[in-house]
T-cell receptor, first 115, second 112 residues
Framework: EAGVAQSPRYKIIEKRQSVAFWCNPI?????LYWYQQILGQGPKLLIQ????????DSQLPKDRFSAERLKGVDSTLKIQPAKLEDSAVYLC?????????????FGQGTRLTVV | DAKTTQPNSMESNEEEPVHLPCNHS???????IHWYRQLPSQGPEYVIH???SNVNNRMASLAIAEDRKSSTLILHRATLRDAAVYYC?????????????FGTGTRLTVIP
């Protein structure tokens, strides 16, 4: 079974530039999550999708971050404009929907460096 | 989000058992205890979860205290590939990964 795919693996940009990350979840997984992991910390949820609808985006800095999941499959996360403090690993995860979902599957992440 | 407390780091010799502790004194009756681990340069991966009884799977065992205020993840025979950060997480039954609140975890070093 193919895992969660993310690209790019690494990205370096200057502050105030824009950047986008792409995620392809495991086939059949209706729920998709984006996490931000700053060096030395555990992952922190940014946004959760159920199919193509947003379930939870309470931790997403909406003045500069946006995310979409067109057609309920792939998702993109965008930062515009980037700040130095956005340097982190951005992780995408997916899981089956419904009350019995107990396990989330994570991609390898995109390491963003803002200089 | 219910809080868990773990040691920042632990060491183990290769091929020896490892016991990773987790305290969760404020656990509620509906909280499951989940463990994830994160290998270097990888995303977290699910290890095991339980509610009240001890659990075993191919990766590890989970021992849960009778009062559920603490638990221990047991790796029966540590290998170099087990070197990772281990996260103990309380998760309400039936909820998704939006309820996975990761702390700083325990960094396990396996010594050859």
């Amino acid at each position: 079974e193919a895992g969660v795919a993310q690209s790019p693996r690494y990205k370096i940009i200057e502050k105030r530039q824009s950047v986008a990350f792409w995620c392809n979840p495991i086939s059949g997984h209706a729920t998709l999550y984006w996490y931000q992991q700053i060096l030395g910390q555990g992952p922190k949820l940014l946004i959760q999708f159920q199919n193509n609808g947003v379930v939870d985006d309470s931790q997403l800095p909406k003045d500069r971050f946006s995310a979409e999941r067109l057609k309920g499959v792939d998702s993109t996360l965008k930062i515009q404009p980037a700040k130095l403090e956005d340097s982190a690993v951005y992780l995408c995860a997916s899981s089956l929907a419904g009350p019995r979902n107990t396990e989330a599957f994570f991609g390898q992440g995109t390491r963003l460096t803002v200089v | 989000d219910a809080k868990t407390t773990q040691p920042n780091s632990m060491e183990s010799n290769e091929e020896e058992p490892v016991h990773l502790p987790c305290n969760h004194s404020t656990i509620s009756g509906t909280d499951y205890i989940h463990w994830y681990r994160q290998l270097p340069s990888q995303g977290p991966e699910y290890v095991i979860h339980g509610l009240t009884s001890n659990v075993n799977n191919r990766m590890a065992s989970l021992a849960i205290a009778e009062d559920r205020k603490s638990s221990t993840l047991i790796l029966h025979r540590a290998t170099l590939r087990d070197a990772a950060v281990y996260y103990c997480i309380l998760k309400e039954a039936g909820t998704g990964a939006n309820n996975l609140f990761f702390g700083t975890g325990t960094r396990l070093t396996v010594i050859p």
